[in-house]
C-alpha cells in the first residue's frame, strides 16, 4: 500500500466523488471531500472523512479548502477534479450566462484551484493532479456541445500541465470514464432545458435525446438496454485509486468498455467516417 497523502476531492455528494472518497479513507489517507452544498456530505463525516464546503465558482472557498489541508498536512498531495455537471442545449439556442457558468464550474473552477494545489507540490518535489474528464473529452455530439467543450479544454490544459511540471515530480492524470450509473446522467435528462425549442427546429431532436438516455433512468439492478454497457462509480474511483498509487501513471485512463472502443474509433477514423459513426450511435437533429 502507497504511503498515506493528503487528498483533495471536488464534488463528493454523489456518484464518483464519494466512492473515491471511501475507497482512498479506507486506504489510510488523508481524505478531504469536498461538495457546493456539505449538508450533503453527512454520510462521509460520520465515516471519519474530513468534509469541506468548497464551490468551483467562489474563490474565497477553493483558497480556504487548500489552505485548511496545507495547515493540516503542508500540502495537497493529490488534487482530484472531479466536481462538474453537463449543460444540455444545442450550440445555436444555449444562453451565453449558461455556457459561462458551464465553463466557471467545469473548467474555470478546476483550473484555478490546480493553480492554488502547484506550488505547495513543487515545493514537495511530489504531487499528482487528476482531471476527471469523460470520452466526450475527445469527440463531440449534438445537444452536449458546450458540456462536451469543457471536457475538450481539461484534456488539453491536462496535457500542457504534464509537460511544464514533470520535472517537478508531479504527474497529471485525465480519466475518461464512458456513461456512468449514477445521478449525473438522470439529472441531466430530468432537468433538460430545451432551449426555447420545445416547438422549434430542434424539438423532435430532444424527444430523441431523452428517449435515448430512458435507460439510464434507473441506476440499480436489473440494468436494461445500453445501461448494461456503462460503468459504477466504484469501477471509475477504484482506477483513479490506481492512477494515484502508480509510480509513473499513465497519462489518460479510459474506464469501461465503450469508452475504450468510441476513444480508438476517434484515433483511427478519419472525421468525416467518425462523423457517420458518432451520428448512428448518438441522437442527433
Known sequence: MPAPR????????????????????????????????????KDLDEAGITTLRLDLTDESSLVRAVDRVVEDHGHVSVLVNNAGYGLTQTIENAPMTEVRHQFEANFFGPARLTQLVLPGMRAHRRGTVVNVSSFFGRFGTSGRGYYQATKHALEALSDSLRLETARFGISVVTVQPGPTLSSFIPTSA??????????????EFWDRFIAWHADYENTRPPLRGKARFAVTPD???????????????????????????????????????????????????
Do not use: N, Q, W
Open 190 to 203: 430530468a432537468t433538460l432545458d430545451r432551449g426555447g425549442e420545445a416547438d422549434g427546429v430542434y424539438a
Open 235 to 285: 469501477e471509475v474511483a477504484g482506477t483513479i485509486e490506481r492512477a494515484i498509487a502508480a509510480d509513473r501513471p499513465h497519462p489518460r485512463y479510459p474506464v469501461g468498455l465503450l469508452a475504450r472502443l468510441l476513444l480508438a474509433a476517434r484515433r483511427t477514423m478519419p472525421d468525416r467516417v467518425f462523423d457517420r459513426f458518432a451520428g448512428a450511435i448518438f441522437p442527433k437533429p
Open 6 to 41: 493528503s487528498v483533495l476531492i471536488t464534488g463528493c455528494s454523489s456518484g464518483i466523488g464519494r466512492a473515491l472518497a471511501l475507497r482512498l479513507h479506507r486506504s489510510g489517507h488523508a481524505v478531504y471531500a469536498t461538495a457546493r452544498r456539505p449538508e450533503t456530505l
